[in-house]
């Protein structure tokens, strides 16, 4: 009987190296999507008690605080609630084809047969950079490019997400998505004002607003509490 030649030491290291090679990149692709998540879990926290603290602040001075608006004509009686250099998101309609048609001649006339399936789908994409400003009354989006002004009573929907926040306005089909740097900030003020409780600068007198992390990740339970019925602004 033929003996069998024994496999080389060199062919059984490079297997070896082969499969811990592949171990060490599996667990590291592992450990680089952990930390990934970590830090996006922290950033979600770090905004709602950014929030949060605006709301204890808030019953302290008894005052909202106010932002310049620089690029934007406000109405009598309107003052801004927040202010950031932001990017305008909005869906294009993204076509591709499926499968091949058949092409014949018939005479001098070409003919296509069949095949050929076309599809459409929609694609987040940034239409603008400018700034977005919220006030007591509307949200305002100014750029070189493109320009929005939402009155906050024609909000039927608040989203926020990290790293943004969804408004969907009775008034337009497609939402506006915007790139907020703190998402439960922005979707905490939007709710509060378009609820209509609050047309002015200054808390009224008798009023506490209390804020807290809510079940859902990264959004804000609001309580507010008042000695005598809040009117409702239309």
């Known amino acids: ?10 062919l059984i290291a490079i297997a070896l190296s082969m499969v811990v090679g592949w171990w060490f990149f599996r667990a590291s692709r592992k ?10 879990e922290r950033q979600v926290q770090d905004s709602v008690a950014q929030a949060c603290n605006y709301i204890q602040r808030l019953n302290t001075s008894r005052s909202f605080p106010v932002v310049w608006m620089k690029n934007v004509n406000a109405k009598p009686g309107e003052f801004g609630l927040l202010h950031e250099t932001t990017t305008l998101f909005e869906h294009k309609t993204k076509r591709y084809t499926l499968g091949a048609g058949t092409r014949l001649r018939v005479g001098k006339i070409p003919l296509y047969l069949g095949g050929a399936q076309h599809f459409s789908y ?46 969907h306005s009775a008034k337009r089909q497609q939402p506006y998505t915007f790139r907020v740097a703190n998402s439960a900030q922005w979707t905490m003020l939007l709710k509060l004002f378009s609820a209509g409780y609050f047309k002015v600068q200054t808390l009224p007198e008798g009023v506490t607003i209390t804020a ?10 609001l309580e507010i509490s008042s000695q005598k019925p809040l009117a409702v602004s239309p």
């Not at 009987?1 to 060199?10: D, H, L, R, S």
């Not at 999507?33 to 996006?40: E, H, I």
């Not at 009573?153 to 943004?164: F, R, S, V, Y």
């Not at 807290?212 to 339970?221: I, M, R």
């Open 1 to 10: 009987m033929e003996e069998q030649a024994p496999v080389m030491p060199w």
């Open 31 to 40: 450990r680089a999507a952990q930390d990934q998540a970590d830090k996006l």
């Open 122 to 167: 929609q694609e987040l994409e940034p239409a603008a950079d400018g700034d977005l400003y919220l006030t007591n009354e509307r949200v305002v989006f100014i750029s070189d490019r493109k320009s929005a002004s939402v009155p906050l009573k024609d909000l039927i929907g608040i989203e926020g997400n990290p790293g943004a926040i969804i408004l």
């Open 212 to 221: 807290k992390a809510a079940s859902t990740p990264g959004e804000v339970d």
